[in-house]
Structures are given as structure tokens and as C-alpha cells.
């Protein structure tokens, strides 16, 4: 696990334990509620003021363990989410082997949809079809009704859906590719360090002390943000980051360079030969 992984099961931890305190209070607070109602024989009367108030923080100690089951579903939910989230993040460091993995297991996919289509368009039926069982491919003839203007097992949207999923792969597979070529560059200020982080795909700034508020305003402000389990202020690895650090005073190079300036050319794109 790398620490890119680690980070988000310690996310989902965290978000679970919010959700384990919050069953744990709102079970406490029934038991309190039911446990002071208990007290009470059924069809008593109210008794005066004191009799009323007690009644009424019955009701609190009730509202407030609802309250508290309802935190706890939320969190629940979010750690779930979290969970179950397989979306490949820029940030991980292994972000490109698993869009590569992703991409081939996409173009698989394109391959094998069109082999049976071709399959059912000569034999009327997808049974004996490679690696296909029965079952499925009787399922896939019966699902041609849902698009009876594209009767084969695999519609032009389906297809033309996979093939739009292995160009969007494609396009992140060649934006962080170009990233790590590119090689950016970070730089010194006076009192702390920009660094470009190839590997979680972040333009991070390191302050040896706290920066003052408006510091703070203003990295907010073109787009930075503070993460606390890296000790930085960052946003995406990309030109737009180099020109927004540009234009933070704050973080300027010590020795007067232009932080555009002091970046990798790009290698011009290659045209067509005449």
C-alpha cells in the first residue's frame, strides 16, 4: 500500500470512527431518555412545572439520539463512498500503471463486444460464443428489445460509451505522462520552498512558519489549499499552478528569478511534413 492508499483508508478510518461515536452517543442518550420515561407510570398526568420539565428533557435526551443516529448514517454513508470509490486519483502515485491497466482492460472490452456482435450478426445467437456461458448469452439476445432500432447484443451507444471511456483514459494517460517529461521545477523563498511534486501530480508550498492571514487569503485565493497530512499548501502540478505562484508575492524566488522563467520549454509539437 502506498502512502497515497494509506491516506484514504486512514480517511475512511476516521470517518468511520466519527460514525462509531455518534451510534455510541445517540444509544446512550435512548437509554438515558427511556430510563428517566421509565420513571414515570403510563397514563400519569403532568404534575406541576417540575413534573413538566422533566418531561420535556425526556423529549431532549430523545431528539438528541436521533440527531445523533442520523451523524452517525451520515458518516456511515461518506465512509462507504469512500470505500467503494475506485475513481483513479492524479494524486496517486501510481496513478499511470493503473490507467494503463485500466485503458487495456477498456480496449479488451471494445474488442470483445464487437467479436460478439459479429458472432450473433452470422449464427442469430450469442450460445458458443468463447468463454461466454449460456445464461448470459441467452441474456444478452433477450436485452436487444431495450434497443430494437440497434438489434445486436452490444448497441452503437454502448460501444460508442466504452470508446468515449478509452479516450478520456487515453487523454489522462498523456496529461500525466507529459507531466513527469516535462519535469516542472520548484524553487526557494525567503522562508520556506516551492516544490514540484511529480509523483502526487501537486505544486506544493512549504512555509518554515505559519503564513499571516493574508498570506493565507491569498494562496486560498488562486486556488491553494492547505493539506494537513503533507504539512503544505497545493493544488494540481499544471502551468496554471506555476502562473498563479507567480503572482503570490509572498512565495517568490529569493534570488529574483521568474518562476515562469525557470520552467522546462516544452518540445514543440511535431507537424505534418511538407
Same mark, same amino acid.
Not at 88 to 102: C, F, G, M, Q, V
Not at 205 to 220: G, Q, S, T
Not at 254 to 270: E, L, V, Y
Given at each position: 500500500m502506498n502512502d497515497y492508499e494509506e491516506r484514504k483508508q486512514a480517511r475512511i478510518d476516521r470517518l468511520q470512527e466519527k460514525a462509531d461515536r455518534a451510534r455510541a452517543e445517540s444509544q446512550s442518550l435512548f437509554k438515558q431518555s427511556t430510563d428517566m420515561a421509565s420513571a414515570i407510570p403510563f397514563g400519569q398526568p403532568v404534575h406541576g412545572p417540575a413534573d413538566r420539565r422533566y418531561r420535556e428533557k425526556i423529549g431532549r435526551k430523545m431528539d438528541q439520539s436521533i440527531a445523533a443516529s442520523e451523524k452517525a448514517e451520515y458518516y456511515?454513508?461518506?465512509?462507504?463512498?469512500? $470505500?467503494n470509490n475506485t475513481a483513479?486519483?492524479?494524486?496517486?502515485? #501510481?496513478? /499511470?500503471? !493503473?490507467? &494503463? $491497466? !485500466?485503458l487495456e482492460d477498456l480496449q479488451i472490452s471494445q474488442t470483445r463486444m464487437k467479436q460478439i456482435n459479429a458472432y450473433y450478426k452470422k449464427n442469430g445467437t450469442c450460445r458458443g460464443f468463447h468463454g461466454l456461458s449460456d445464461e448470459l448469452a441467452d441474456k444478452l439476445v433477450a436485452d436487444i428489445q431495450y434497443h430494437p432500432w440497434d438489434k445486436r447484443p452490444f448497441s452503437s451507444y454502448a460501444l460508442a460509451n466504452n470508446n468515449q471511456n478509452i479516450n478520456a483514459v487515453k487523454k489522462r494517460i498523456?496529461?500525466?505522462?507529459?507531466? *513527469? $517529461?516535462?519535469g516542472y521545477q520548484g524553487w526557494e523563498f525567503d522562508g520556506g520552498k516551492v516544490v514540484a511534486n511529480a509523483d502526487m501530480n501537486r505544486? +506544493?508550498?512549504?512555509?518554515?512558519?505559519?503564513?499571516? #492571514? #493574508?498570506?493565507? &487569503? #491569498? /494562496? *486560498?485565493?488562486?486556488?491553494f489549499k492547505w493539506a494537513r497530512n503533507v504539512g503544505a499548501w497545493?493544488? +494540481?502540478l499544471t502551468d496554471n499552478a506555476i502562473y498563479a505562484a507567480r503572482r503570490i508575492q509572498a512565495i517568490q524566488p529569493?534570488?529574483?528569478?521568474?518562476?515562469? &522563467?525557470? +520552467?522546462? !520549454?516544452?518540445?514543440? &509539437?511535431?507537424g505534418p511534413q511538407r
Open positions: 456511515e454513508r461518506r465512509a462507504q463512498a469512500a $470505500e483513479i486519483s492524479s494524486d496517486d502515485p #501510481e496513478a /499511470l500503471a !493503473k490507467l &494503463k $491497466e !485500466k498523456a496529461q500525466l505522462t507529459a507531466v *513527469k $517529461e516535462l505544486l +506544493q508550498i512549504f512555509f518554515d512558519a505559519i503564513p499571516d #492571514e #493574508e498570506v493565507r &487569503k #491569498e /494562496l *486560498k485565493g488562486w486556488g497545493q493544488r +494540481q529569493s534570488d529574483g528569478s521568474d518562476p515562469i &522563467k525557470i +520552467q522546462p !520549454k516544452r518540445r514543440p &509539437k511535431s
